[in-house]
């Protein structure tokens, strides 16, 4: 996709996010905003922070998954539509603007333009050790609560299903159905994905290290709910990465492509296997006439 297409893409994607948060916005009653002091400025702020981590989810999708455009553009997508992002613009919340650090960074970082073995290292060592002390502080802080009776390790689990399965973001919103929905969708795809593109190992890991450290650290306590806002995005384009080739493939009808003799390792048009013709060992040539 050239430059210009690009842009328009964007463009189109960025109107499109911040119409359903401005229209979020101003269907919420006049009573819960003067309760919750959410001027008109300071949503119209959360709406540009919620249309620009939409521009950004489709640069990390890029970024990840250079090869294949689609991913981002498909990613970016949900992530404008997405209920829990709409509904966040509406309330200010630290989350929105985490995930918008996060993803921009993450996408800074892993641009291929910019990778390099050294800061590989750096970031694997770095999550390594941060996953490595919350798991040892949760650890000696649940020796230190006893409830023997196992109570601790329910707890663990009770936090884990609340974020990966959340209510509504907002209290604003009345369609708490509808959010829960998205979010089982989303973490239901975002798991498919995640098995359908194993072989991209190689560029996603950094991605599912992040994503490791921050459940483990609502696991045990040391963050809150709300902070799985900034794990979304990587989840959208987990997503994006098994829905889109389907949708690829039903949207091109199936093309066949055509390869060049010598594109591929094993040419069946090699030298090796001429066509012969119907006198291809005919010793002697007879002439017509």
Do not use: N
């Not at 998205?182 to 991209?200: P, Q, Y």
């Not at 996603?204 to 045990?220: G, R």
Request: aromatic share 10%; glycine share 10%.
């Amino acid at each position: 996709m050239d430059g210009s297409r690009r842009i328009i893409g964007l463009a189109t994607l960025g109107c499109l996010a911040f119409g359903l948060r401005v229209w979020a916005a101003f269907d919420v009653p006049p009573d819960w905003l003067a309760v919750h002091h959410a001027g008109l400025a300071v949503q119209l702020l959360q709406c540009l922070a919620g249309t620009a981590l939409v521009l950004a989810v489709a640069w990390l999708g890029w970024a990840l998954v250079p090869e294949q455009s689609s991913i981002g553009w498909t990613a970016a997508l949900a992530a404008a539509i997405y209920p829990g992002h709409i509904h966040a613009a509406i309330d200010p919340q630290f989350s929105l603007w985490a995930a918008l650090a996060v993803t921009a960074l993450l996408a800074f970082a892993l641009s291929p333009r910019r990778q390099s073995g050294r800061r590989v290292a750096i970031l694997v060592g770095t999550l390594v050790a941060i996953i490595a002390c919350w798991a040892t502080v949760g650890w000696l802080w649940g020796q230190g609560a006893g409830d023997a009776s196992g109570g601790y390790a329910q707890l663990c689990l009770l936090r884990l299903r609340g974020f990966l399965l959340p209510e509504a973001t907002s209290a604003a919103v009345g369609q708490p159905r509808l959010d829960r929905f998205a979010a089982i969708a989303c973490l239901v795809l975002a798991m498919l994905g995640v098995c359908a593109s194993g072989h991209r190992w190689r560029s996603l890991w950094p991605t599912y290290l992040l994503v490791a450290v921050i459940v483990l650290a609502h696991t045990f306590g040391f963050i809150a709910a709300l902070s799985r806002m900034p794990l979304e995005p990587i989840a959208m384009i987990w997503a994006a990465l098994a829905v889109t080739p389907p949708l690829a493939r039903l949207f091109t009808g199936g093309k066949v492509r055509v390869y060049r003799p010598g594109e591929l390792e094993e040419d069946p048009f090699s030298r090796e296997h001429i066509l012969r013709g119907p006198h291809f060992d005919v010793k002697e040539r007879r002439r017509a006439g």
